[in-house]
């Protein structure tokens, strides 16, 4: 999550249904929770142990106090309960639940069943399991996903609905219209050959609180992807689960090689007045997709049409 530079303009493909076209419509994103992805390894990095076992009991017993106390605020704040005696019920709460835990952690390793040659090893495992249980819960946050390129045939095929959606096209806004207040922060997905996340890194983001650590820990649960994604040029914004205000200004909207006219029609009708018009055409001799712009009048001829009944005078 460092600053770098994105690109002016970003593309979220989608299929046409009343859910997208409402989002459309009303200037809504709807952010996912990234676990019912169709990658089945989003926010799911492999924990690797380079600490000593000291340290990742002070990182279960951090994530886990931190956690706790979140949800114990956030509970007690429904009923109107925000004093100091909630806080440090809050505190007290998760204490008990950090010290609950590492016993539990420190009595299974006992278990001689458990397939490890001695409690060390067996406690050491067990702490890596939980802080990768306490890692997920601690990323709740919602996904929204774009794209750099608004042509990639790949795209339009799995995130398109098979070419018969729409892509809409956002850019961002400027100093001037945001009146002082913050813009987005757009993340760009690092592709890489290995999930691996280090305990030592785990320890610098939550133990010592360093700035550098906690970019590298969001960036390698929430932004990190295989290499075989990267013809996606994939972006993402990371807001709460479900539908939120759009921070971006919607620029154009481009549709799909197969989409239907009559729904192309309800759109242009619709938005006529504020963005552009698309439409992805086949390049004649190759596989290239190829966009060209539409005019809203031209569409808005055709569209409502009647029917054929009443063009003709009775006989």
């Known amino acids: 999550m460092y600053p770098i530079d994105k690109p002016e303009k970003i593309y979220r493909y989608q299929k046409i249904d009343l859910v997208t076209m ?27 142990g ?37 806080i440090n019920f809050s505190k007290k709460r998760g ?25 060390n090893t067996a406690e050491y495992a067990g702490l890596i399991r939980k802080i990768d249980d306490e890692i997920k819960k601690n990323y709740t946050k919602g996904v929204c996903c774009f794209s750099s390129t608004m042509d990639n045939n790949l ?27 913050k813009g987005p922060d757009l993340h760009k997905v690092d592709y890489r050959e290995k999930r691996e996340l280090l305990t030592s890194l785990i320890y610098k983001a939550v133990i010592h609180d360093n700035i550098n650590a906690k970019n590298d ?43 239907d006219y009559s729904m192309i029609g309800i759109i242009v009708n619709v938005l006529k007045d504020r963005v552009k018009f698309y439409k992805i055409y086949d390049a004649e001799k190759s596989f290239e997709l190829q966009r060209h712009e539409l005019e809203p009048c031209e569409i808005l001829a055709e569209y409502p049409r009647g029917t054929t009944r009443y063009c003709f005078s009775p006989i």
């Open 155 to 181: 795209l339009w095929s799995h995130y398109g609905d098979s070419h018969s959606g729409f892509c809409i096209g956002y850019e961002f806004f400027n100093p001037e219209e945001l009146n002082g207040n």
């Open 95 to 119: 204490d008990e639940r950090a010290r609950f835990s590492l016993k539990d952690v420190a009595y299974m390793a006992t278990n001689p069943d458990n397939g490890f040659s001695d409690i």
């Open 217 to 259: 820990l969001d960036s390698k649960v929430l932004l990190q992807k295989s290499k075989g994604w990267e013809y996606e040029k994939e972006w993402r914004l990371l807001d709460n689960k479900g539908s939120q205000e759009s921070s971006l200004k919607l620029i154009d909207v481009t549709f799909g090689l197969r989409c």
């Open 22 to 48: 409402n989002s459309l419509f009303h200037d809504k994103l709807y952010f996912s929770d990234p676990s019912k992805f169709n990658d089945a390894f989003e926010r799911s990095p492999v924990i690797t």
């Open 50 to 86: 380079d600490s000593e076992i000291d340290d990742l009991r002070l990182i279960l017993r951090k994530l886990i106090e931190e956690r706790t106390e979140r949800e114990a605020l956030s509970l007690l704040s429904k009923v109107g309960l925000n004093d100091i005696k909630a």
